[in-house]
């Protein structure tokens, strides 16, 4: 069994972290797979998905800072559009992250959650879920 469910999200920040932990769920009990695997993909350039802490209200903005530190915005960047910095920090955490279904959830350790990424809005967003198994 194998389904695609796709929601939008509308940022409001330059840079801000959105926990979909939940959305994902949903998804992932409305596709009926008991057991498999579900990837969440966003399909943008200066978006992007990871799963980290979802205890700690700090840890969003530590990771925000950390990866300004890697890559904030230059005056000798080249691109056009003036985001660059945000496809560099898209690259870093990546375009989707592939999690495993146990009981009709994704299998999470117990501070973990599911976050939408953003790095150039606010914007509205997109984030596709694939879900695969028995």
């Given at each position: 069994?194998?389904?695609?469910?796709?929601?939008?999200?509308?940022?409001?920040?330059?840079?801000?972290?959105?926990?979909?932990?939940?959305?994902?769920?949903?998804?992932?009990?409305?596709?009926?797979?008991?057991e498999?695997?579900?990837?969440?993909?966003?399909?943008?350039t200066?978006?992007a998905?990871t799963?980290?802490?979802?205890?700690?209200?700090?840890?969003?903005?530590?990771?925000?800072?950390?990866?300004?530190?890697?890559?904030?915005?230059?005056?000798?960047?080249?691109?056009?559009?003036?985001?660059?910095?945000?496809?560099?920090?898209?690259?870093?955490?990546?375009?989707s992250?592939?999690?495993?279904?146990?009981g009709?959830?994704?299998l999470?350790?117990?501070?973990?959650?599911?976050?939408?990424?953003?790095?150039?809005?606010?914007?509205?967003?997109?984030?596709?879920?694939?879900?695969?198994?028995?």
């Amino acid at each position: 069994m194998t389904t695609l469910s796709t929601f939008t999200i509308q940022t409001r920040a330059r840079n801000e972290w959105l926990n979909i932990t939940a959305s994902v769920q949903k998804i992932i009990a409305a596709s009926g797979v008991n057991e498999g695997i579900c990837v969440v993909f966003v399909p943008h350039t200066t978006a992007a998905v990871t799963v980290n802490e979802n205890a700690d209200p700090d840890v969003p903005r530590d990771m925000l800072t950390a990866l300004e530190a890697i890559s904030p915005d230059r005056a000798d960047f080249r691109h056009a559009e003036g985001n660059s910095a945000a496809h560099a920090k898209t690259s870093l955490v990546g375009p989707s992250v592939t999690l495993i279904v146990s009981g009709v959830r994704p299998l999470l350790g117990t501070w973990q959650g599911i976050w939408f990424t953003e790095f150039d809005g606010p914007r509205t967003r997109t984030v596709h879920v694939r879900v695969l198994g028995e």
